[in-house]
């Protein structure tokens, strides 16, 4: 059963337009939660991450949002760009469990000019 | 300053075939993690493994799939008489293990490609 949930599937957005994908989990055990970034052909690459102790972090055009009561993070891309079309994923794992983690199914997010 | 390597890049077998998918984690990082990728499926974990331990394999088929990672060498994700059910993208991911240098992120190879015939 899939741990993670991620929406939407796929996402597109203008450039300069803010893109904005919303994850939901079920285990209050999770205390790490990443964003991967995947081009067409790549390995996932590291985005951003949270731990539960915050309720936002950003690094530059790129923040997370958490919200530990409702079990909810999100991502939010500002002045999105052509050059971040890919396929993002949200994670989730357990300290204790060796950062195995459980990643959403994915937001293919097109840019357009 | 070599990443996660993975090979073969791409690989072919018939049904009932052997596939072996070998994985090089990043110098200084004692853990592998074994994910595979469907399209419109995401990443599923497999198997989280430390040099000669399995610590988790609770994503692995229980038939055909096994996996290793030896003192000396890479890991080794092992899938015995494929079906075609088993094409898919196999990612490799390493990390550094516990204590401080660990912050949780994993770095993953490009990944191996397997289609069965």
């Known amino acids: 059963q899939q741990q993670v949930k991620q929406s939407p599937q796929s996402l597109i957005v203008q450039k300069g337009g803010i893109s904005i994908i919303n994850c939901a989990y079920e285990n209050t055990a999770f205390d790490y939660f990443p964003w991967y970034q995947q081009f067409p052909g790549k390995g996932p690459a590291l985005l951003i991450a949270i731990r539960p102790d915050v309720s936002e972090k950003k690094e530059g055009r790129f923040t997370i949002s958490f919200n530990k009561s409702a079990k909810q993070f999100s991502l939010h891309i500002m002045d999105s760009q052509p050059g971040d079309s890919a396929t993002y994923f949200c994670?989730?794992?357990?300290?204790?469990?060796?950062?195995?983690?459980?990643f959403g199914k994915g937001t293919s997010l097109l840019v357009t000019p | 300053n070599a990443g996660v390597m993975q090979n073969p890049r791409h690989l072919v077998r018939r049904r009932g075939q052997e596939a072996r998918l070998r994985c090089s984690p990043m110098k200084g990082h004692s853990h592998v993690y074994w994910y595979r990728q469907l399209p419109e499926e995401g990443l599923k974990f497999m198997v989280y493994?430390?040099?000669?331990?399995?610590?988790?394999e609770s994503g692995m088929p229980k038939e055909r799939f096994s996996a290793e990672f030896p003192k000396e060498g890479p890991s080794i994700l092992r899938i015995q008489q494929v079906v075609r059910g088993d094409s898919a993208a196999y990612f490799c991911?390493?990390?550094?293990?516990?204590?401080?240098?660990?912050?949780?992120?994993?770095?993953f190879g490009e990944g191996s490609r397997l289609t069965v015939l």
């Open positions: 493994l430390q040099k000669e331990n399995i610590i988790d």
């Open positions: 991911a390493s990390s550094p293990g516990g204590g401080r240098t660990n912050t949780g992120e994993l770095f």
């Open positions: 994670a989730a794992s357990r300290t204790n469990s060796g950062y195995a983690l459980n």
